[in-house]
C-alpha cells in the first residue's frame, strides 16, 4: 500500500473539456499522464515521490476515460491527446515549464506535445514507449504490436473486453509485462472505468483513430509531428522483460532530438515499468528531475 501525501481530486477543464485528476505537492508542476488499459491511479506511487521533490504533481483521467468526460468527443487521435497536455500545462503553470512523467498513450502524446510546445516543458520522461523513428520494423516488434491491428475488431474487442468482468485486461497486463506478479488492486480502477458508459469505447478509439483518423488535419498533424525535431530534453524509462521490446529494437536519432535523449533500462519490468519496480523508477525521476 503506498503512503505518503495523501492525494486530492481536482476538476478542471482545458481544450474544451472536463478533466478530473488526482494531485499532491506544491511547487512546479509534474504532469503525469497514463496510458491503456490504466487510470490516473497507477500513478499514485509516482505522485507521492514527485510531491516528495517539491513538486505540485498532477495525473489527469485521460480524454475518454471515467472520471473525466467521456460523452460527445469525437476524436481521439495522438495530437488531440497532445492538445490536452498543452492545455494542462498552460491551466496548471501559466508561465513556468512543466515536467512531464508519461506511460504508453500518454507517452506518444508527449513527444507530440513536446514537438509542438517545447517552451510549456522542462523535461519529459516517458515509460514503456519509446519515439516511433526509434523503433525498428522486425518481426519482433510486430509481433510485440499485434493488438494495433487486433483491436480495429472494434465489437469483437469490446466483447472480449467486457467478458468474465473484464478480465481481459489481467490477460493484457501479463503479456505486456510477463514476469510481473500483480494482485487483484492492480487492475481493479481502471475495470471500474470501463463499467461506465462510453469509457472502453472512448479507451480503445484510441487505437480506432490512430489506425484511422476521423479528420484530415489531425491526421495530417500526426503525420508532420511524428518526424518534428523535439528540443525539449528526454529520459526514456524501458523495463528489460517488456513483451514488445529489447535494446535490439532501438536506433539511435540523434537528429530529432536536439535537447537529448536517454534511455534508462529497469531490471525486473515490462510494459508497466513505473508500477512493477517503483523504486527504481523513482530513482530515476529523482536522478533526471531533480531541482
Request: aromatic share 10%; proline share 8%; with cysteine.
Amino acid at each position: 500500500m503506498p503512503t505518503g501525501p495523501e492525494l486530492e481530486t481536482l476538476e478542471l477543464e482545458a481544450n474544451g473539456l472536463k478533466f478530473v485528476a488526482l494531485a499532491c505537492g506544491k511547487g512546479p508542476l509534474a504532469l503525469c499522464a497514463h496510458g491503456f488499459p490504466e487510470t490516473a491511479e497507477t500513478f499514485d506511487r509516482t505522485l507521492r515521490h514527485l510531491a516528495g521533490m517539491g513538486y505540485r504533481a498532477v495525473a489527469p483521467h485521460m480524454r475518454g476515460y471515467w472520471p473525466s468526460a467521456s460523452q460527445g468527443i469525437r476524436s481521439f487521435q495522438v495530437v488531440d491527446l497532445a492538445d490536452d497536455l498543452c492545455a494542462l500545462a498552460e491551466r496548471l503553470s501559466p508561465g513556468e515549464p512543466a515536467a512531464l512523467v508519461t506511460h504508453d498513450w500518454g507517452a506518444f502524446a508527449a513527444y507530440f506535445a513536446a514537438a509542438m510546445r517545447p517552451a510549456l516543458f522542462r523535461h519529459v520522461v516517458t515509460v514503456g514507449i519509446p519515439p516511433v523513428p526509434m523503433v525498428r520494423r522486425t518481426p519482433g516488434v510486430a509481433w510485440g504490436l499485434r493488438h494495433f491491428a487486433a483491436f480495429q475488431l472494434r465489437g469483437l474487442t469490446v466483447r472480449r473486453f467486457r467478458a468474465d468482468d473484464f478480465a481481459y485486461v489481467d490477460h493484457i497486463y501479463r503479456r505486456w509485462s510477463p514476469t510481473w506478479r500483480f494482485g487483484p488492486e492492480e487492475t481493479a480502477k481502471v475495470k471500474e472505468a470501463f463499467r461506465h458508459e462510453g469509457c472502453l469505447e472512448s479507451a480503445l478509439s484510441y487505437y480506432w483513430h490512430f489506425a484511422r483518423p476521423p479528420g484530415a488535419e489531425g491526421a495530417r498533424r500526426q503525420q508532420e509531428l511524428a518526424q518534428a525535431p523535439i528540443p525539449v530534453p528526454i529520459t526514456v524509462v524501458l523495463g528489460k522483460d517488456d513483451a514488445a521490446l529489447t535494446a535490439r529494437s532501438l536506433r539511435e536519432r540523434p537528429d530529432l532530438f536536439p535537447g537529448g535523449l536517454e534511455v534508462a533500462w529497469i531490471e525486473g519490468a515490462g510494459h508497466f515499468a513505473h508500477r512493477e519496480q517503483p523504486d527504481a523508477f523513482c530513482a530515476v525521476l529523482s536522478r533526471v528531475l531533480r531541482r
